[in-house]
T-cell receptor, first 116, second 114 residues
Framework: AQSVTQLGSHVSVSEGALVLLRCNYS??????LFWYVQYPNQGLQLLLK??????LVKGINGFEAEFKKSETSFHLTKPSAHMSDAAEYFC??????????????FGQGTTLQVKP | GAGVSQSPSNKVTEKGKDVELRCDPI?????LYWYRQSLGQGLEFLIY????????KSGLPSDRFSAERTGGSVSTLTIQRTQQEDSAVYLC????????????FGPGTRLTVT
């Protein structure tokens, strides 16, 4: 079975500060990993994904994430936070079991607050 | 091109009534997923359609929930005899295929059962 754990349901940073959102996964097969962002009253938008190519993945809006197999982690970072980054962020792992449906198993989400 | 659309955007219904939620995927996307987002349970997978294959219904919480996908395009999620615990945002997503393909999400339908 696959699962995702996001450490910290709320993270608060100052504008211009480093953003670090933590995600750890559990998977018996090489995982496909995703970060999605959700703005209020909107659907989810893909920030970036890891599918076994480069371990450092760059996404939209200046975000990036590094896949670390030894730590079973896929933390999301951004060097300098903008006010517009305030949103809820979800880490997800794709089902790669025998059915290989691609259904996403999500973490509980982290709400990012950016203070001026 | 248009993204994934869902209707209605909001639905308020009385306990015990049936509701239908609609999803229009991106044209040409063969994979379609339904998820539910609620305060207590977070984001949960409900059901998956891929082309003409039998759907994966493993995430449906009870037999009051069902879904169909007609002509490989539009999908309808039906909840019979709604309960208050069914109150949630129901999200639909489509993808070009299964596996590593990006899923594109619609804006969701917010269902409130009173």
């Amino acid at each position: 079975a696959q699962s995702v754990t996001q450490l910290g349901s709320h993270v608060s940073v100052s504008e211009g500060a480093l953003v670090l959102l933590r995600c750890n996964y559990s998977s018996s097969v090489p995982p496909y990993l995703f970060w999605y962002v959700q703005y209020p009253n909107q659907g989810l938008q893909l920030l970036l994904k890891y599918t076994s190519a480069a371990t450092l993945v760059k996404g939209i809006n200046g975000f990036e994430a590094e896949f670390k197999k030894s730590e079973t982690s896929f933390h999301l970072t951004k060097p300098s936070a903008h006010m517009s980054d305030a949103a809820e962020y979800f880490c997800a792992v794709s089902d790669r079991g025998s059915s290989n449906t691609g259904k996403l198993i999500f973490g509980q989400g982290t709400t990012l607050q950016v203070k001026p | 091109g248009a993204g994934v659309s869902q209707s209605p955007s909001n639905k308020v219904t009385e306990k015990g009534k049936d509701v239908e939620l609609r999803c229009d995927p991106i044209s040409g996307h063969t994979a379609l997923y339904w998820y539910r987002q609620s305060l207590g349970q977070g984001l949960e997978f409900l059901i998956y359609f891929q082309g003409n294959s039998a759907p994966d219904k493993s995430g449906l919480p009870s037999d009051r929930f069902s879904a169909e996908r007609t002509g490989g395009s539009v999908s309808t999620l039906t909840i019979q005899r709604t309960q208050q615990e069914d109150s949630a945002v129901y999200l639909c997503a489509s993808a070009r295929g299964q596996g590593s393909y990006e899923q594109y999400f619609g804006p969701g339908t917010r269902l409130t059962v009173t």
